[in-house]
């Protein structure tokens, strides 16, 4: 069983920055990936990044240079920070865990609202 939650979420100007954070709790399992997702108004949920427990990453190619992921594992916390934001990355932002075992199973928190204005 684990609990995620985000926060840091707001309005921003285009070009302007923020720093989202998801706190997890629980049994968290020594190898798991953490992903960031995000659903813009009218659209699917899209891949943003992911972080590996062996601190590997991988971004979308929309947030390449711009977004960055990283973890505190003392704080069972990540952390996305996006800069130079684009009106196109408005969206409710969501954390996925998941461990990685014989059976994963995938956890999302309840998503963060970002909103960047021209």
């Known amino acids: 069983q684990v609990k995620l939650v985000e926060s840091g979420g707001g309005l921003a100007q285009a070009g302007g920055s923020l720093r989202l954070s998801c706190a997890a709790s629980g049994s968290i399992e020594s190898s798991y990936a953490m992903y960031w997702y995000r659903q813009a108004p009218g659209k699917n949920r899209e891949w943003v990044a992911w972080?590996?427990?062996?601190?590997?990453?991988n971004y979308a190619d929309s947030v390449k240079g711009r977004f960055t992921i990283s973890r505190d594992a003392a704080k069972n916390t990540v952390y996305l920070q996006m800069n130079t934001l684009k009106r196109e990355d408005t969206a409710l932002y969501y954390c996925?865990?998941?461990?990685?075992?014989?059976?994963?199973?995938?956890?999302w928190g309840s998503g963060t609202q970002v909103t960047v204005s021209s």
């Open positions: 972080i590996t427990s062996g601190s590997i990453r």
């Open positions: 996925k865990y998941r461990p990685i075992s014989s059976s994963p199973r995938d956890y």
